[in-house]
């Protein structure tokens, strides 16, 4: 299989933020991911636009705009965003909403559907690349992986911009809560040529099914 190039790691997560020395002590297991609703402050969005965000949307957006600042990607370049589960919070508000009242309120519903995150961060930074949405079938990270980065491998991208994030699924879910319910978002560039730094990928063996493994990857 033709070889693709990683490069460009931004993440953020409740607990480590931005902390490298954070990071560092979650990959060695000595500091965790906290399971709170914590969220990037946004402080260099507008205050309108940051105010009704969500978790998810927070970290994607947050994500992104490091890769942005740390590397010279273009605003050209197209994005694919990866969830297990969303908008999960928002959703279930709407849910109630219909059960309870019958009804549901536009403003809640605009910012509930799925592709919210990454059409949020290309508002906010003036990307023109367009993006695309992945909802792996079976919680399967890999497979969505796959479908990510298939037009660097079909030659029909040089380069995208690959975001994974999922927020804390609320605890009025009970037992239907994942069991890796981890709150977290992190963003990278896929290219088919090397640069300083980059990760290469050819077999695919080390993404597995898990977003947070592939990040220990990644890290590692």
């Known amino acids: ?17 931005d902390d ?3 990071w560092n002590s979650w990959l060695s297991g000595d500091a965790s991911i906290e399971q709170t609703k914590e969220s990037p402050k946004l402080e260099y969005t507008d205050p309108l636009f940051r105010r009704r965000l969500s978790q998810i949307t927070k970290m994607t957006v947050h994500v992104i705009h490091k890769l942005l600042e740390t590397t010279n990607i273009s605003k050209e370049t197209k ?5 297990l589960r969303g908008e999960i919070e928002r959703e279930f508000t709407i849910n ?3 059960i309870e009242d019958g009804m549901i309120l536009p403003a809640g519903f ?3 559907v799925f592709n919210t995150p ?13 993006y695309s949405v992945l909802y792996p079938s079976e919680n399967d990270f890999k497979q969505a992986f796959e479908a990510a980065v298939a037009p660097v491998l079909a030659g029909t991208e040089k380069e995208i911009i690959v975001i994974y994030a999922d927020e804390l699924v ?14 977290l978002a992190y963003s990278f560039v896929v290219s088919s040529q090397k640069k300083d730094n980059s990760i290469a990928v050819e077999d695919f063996s080390n993404v597995g099914k898990s977003p947070v493994e592939f990040l220990r990857f990644l890290l590692k």
């Open 79 to 83: 994005l694919v965003f990866i969830s």
């Open 110 to 112: 605009s910012l509930s």
């Open 20 to 22: 490298e020395n954070l």
């Open 118 to 130: 990454v059409s949020s961060a290309t508002l906010a930074f003036g990307l023109k690349g367009g």
């Open 170 to 183: 609320p605890e009025v879910y009970g037992d239907k809560r994942p069991a890796e319910n981890i709150p």
């Open 96 to 98: 109630k909403g219909i």
């Open 1 to 17: 299989m033709k070889e693709i190039y990683i490069s460009g790691i931004s993440k953020w997560a409740p607990g480590l933020a």
